[in-house]
């Protein structure tokens, strides 16, 4: 369905397709500023917070022996390492948690958004549109405070990059940057705006990087992967 969307310019919609299914090709454009306590506000319409803690995880291991007499016996093994995790273990269900236990996390991961966004001339609903994927970004050039940059971390005080305990925390940023040619797939609402386009029984209205030629490759790739996808599933479950 998505081919059969009329090709149009983001930069000077024609009024004639107000109401149709289009794929608007334009720059992907916002003035807004995301940032947060540890990074200076950039130019994104979506900013990406992961943060990890360094904590102990546990490992379980169990191994059957044949007995004496044929009856079998399950032995459990427990073993504990230290690692970074964007999700820590509740250490008070660890087997043995004294000596391995895990403080609350101090620093939670987060998605932002700027609330105004267009491709070309046409406006966006962000709370509706799908967005393409963020980029890592590099912190090295970037205003950070709180803490050390270590790579692509900011190791935030006190944690130390180069001996981390247990209870340490990082951060790391991915983001959309505007700037380059993009093409939103939607319903024309008017030559400012485009939204949700409805397709018999599904909804389309999103936004990719390039052309709809670009678009289109992308959906079947997504298609055939979901094809091959369901068909081993289907012979796992045979």
């Not at 983001?10 to 720059?27: C, H, I, T, Y």
């Not at 009856?71 to 390492?81: C, H, N, P, Q, V």
């Not at 958004?113 to 799908?130: F, N, P, T």
């Not at 029984?201 to 091959?228: H, N, P």
Request: neutral net charge.
């Amino acid at each position: 369905l998505a081919k059969d969307a009329a090709a149009i310019s983001a930069e000077k919609p024609d009024a004639g397709q107000v109401g149709k299914f289009v794929a608007a090709s334009g720059l992907l454009v916002s003035q807004g500023q995301l940032g947060d306590a540890y990074l200076g506000a950039g130019n994104y319409l979506i900013l990406v917070r992961k943060a990890e803690m360094f904590a102990w995880e546990e490992h379980k291991e169990s191994t059957t022996e044949i007995q004496t007499g044929g009856s079998e016996k399950t032995i459990t093994t427990y073993s504990y390492e230290r690692a970074w995790t964007s999700s820590p273990d509740d250490s008070s269900s660890f087997h043995r948690s004294e000596g391995h236990r895990n403080p609350p996390m101090w620093v939670k991961s987060e998605t932002y958004r700027v609330e105004q966004a267009s491709v070309g001339a046409l406006a966006l609903q962000m709370d509706k549109v799908s967005l393409p994927g963020t980029r890592p970004l590099a912190l090295a050039n970037l205003k950070t405070q709180g803490g050390q940059i270590s790579g692509d971390h900011l190791y935030l005080a006190p944690s130390r990059p180069e001996e981390p305990r247990v209870g340490d925390v990082r951060v790391s940023y991915a983001a959309l940057t505007p700037g380059g040619n993009y093409t939103v797939l939607g319903k024309l609402e008017s030559v400012s705006s485009i939204g949700p386009a409805k397709l018999d029984d599904r909804e389309m209205y999103r936004v990719f990087k390039g052309s709809k030629e670009d678009a289109l490759k992308t959906l079947q790739t997504e298609y055939t992967l979901w094809i091959w996808g369901f068909r081993l599933l289907g012979f796992l479950l045979c």
